[in-house]
């Protein structure tokens, strides 16, 4: 384990208040269909988010356990993930690996637990074509040594909805702060990792331009703008309603973000891959607020 100083050090107040259910998971791999990478795998060492952010849809996925509301007020460490996960390696031949699509490898309580990493040294040894490690966290550079191990067959992505912490502070109240994410980034990419930047959900962004350009120089190598999902009723959008953020949900202020990135960013390519929620789940509130072009890569 590096002993890298943290740039973020979560506080324990962020998990305090956090029910810590570990349990055994039956299965840790869940197949995935993307438009944009084709067939792999989705791996979550934990069940829940102690990010909790106010907008977060999986917390409509569903759980008998829990209700929608309480959502970032637990979490389920899968404390057999990684021996799980040795135990399917076979599956992962030439497949894809996406860590993780409905939590936080890098939340508070990886500090403690290191299911993210034991995965990870697990997969080093697997012939994974590529794995991607999505976070909004700094907490993730406690594994550089073992990132760099991968080489060019690992990409950490970094959400950053907002170029405003203000902004986050409303809807991320729990994740890390926005200038120690662009920190984290610069420092993987000087360690040669490649950094992608998901600016999604897209929330208010102040200085389009100026955003682009500190993604630049954070050493970010690929950008996607995504579109906020609401669900049916979600009370998500009295937050943006009475934050007076209404705007994020014109398709219009999309294209906007993201031609701002394209002016910064040379190697232009766009994707557009709308993608249709599965029946049964993400509903959204109306055809008027769902974005074409969800998940339009920039570059
Ligand atoms: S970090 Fe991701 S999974 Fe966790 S609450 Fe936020 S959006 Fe949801």
Redesign the pocket.
Known sequence: MTSLPLLFEPSPSLFQDVRVEPEEARSILRPQKDERFGFGFALSPYRG?????R?????DYPNALHPPED??DWVAPKLNAPELLWSQRHRLHGRRVFM?????PY?PLEREYRLSRRCLEVLLLCPTTEVIV????PLVLQDLELLKAFGSRLRVGF?VPTDDDTVRQVV?P??PPIPSRWAAMERLSRAGITVSLGVA?LMPVFAPQTFAQRARNSGVSSVWVGGLRLLKGDPFYGVLAGQGWLRVLDPSYSEEIRAAFRAVFPALKRECIPREPPDGHRRLVNDSVRQPGLFDRVS
């Open positions: 988010c102690g990010h909790g952010c907008y977060c849809y999986v917390r959502w970032g993780a699509s409905a939590t936080d939340q999505h976070t909004r966290s959400s991320e729990d994740a959900p």
